[in-house]
């Protein structure tokens, strides 16, 4: 079973940017679909962005696309989301998801059996 961490948040003013990471361990991560979910206060978890296990394929939120970035480095067995133009409404803990086996992508919750901790991520007005 894989273990997943992310790390990179914090505090950026709207328009900044951040990248966050998330190290994988027990599995190398390229034998996952992997995907980034958020959670704001009081909201459910959302859709940020998903990665195919091939890596070649890519799907983001409307709210995030043009600005987000998913990319894995399979050397560092390690998925990141790279984010540009930062906006307040962005704000939420962020949490990297591996997919069950066999799920080629998926944008939906129920599809990823391996979540990380999280990393709040405060985008300042």
């Known amino acids: 079973q894989v273990q997943l961490g992310e790390s990179g948040g914090g505090l950026v003013q709207a328009g900044g940017s951040l990248r966050l990471s998330c190290a994988a361990s027990?599995?190398?991560?390229?034998?996952?679909?992997m995907g980034w979910f958020r959670q704001a206060p009081g909201k459910e978890r959302e859709f940020v962005a998903a990665?195919?296990?091939?890596?070649?394929?890519?799907y983001y939120a409307d709210s995030v696309k043009g600005r987000f970035t998913i990319a894995r480095d399979n050397a560092k067995n390690t998925v990141y989301l790279q984010m540009n133009s930062l906006k307040p409404e962005d704000t939420a803990v962020y949490h990297c998801a591996a997919a069950r086996l066999g799920v080629a992508m998926s944008i939906n919750v129920g599809s990823y059996d391996v979540w990380g901790q999280g990393t709040q991520v405060t985008v300042s007005s």
């Open positions: 990665l195919t296990k091939s890596g070649t394929g890519t």
């Open positions: 027990g599995r190398t991560v390229s034998s996952y679909a």
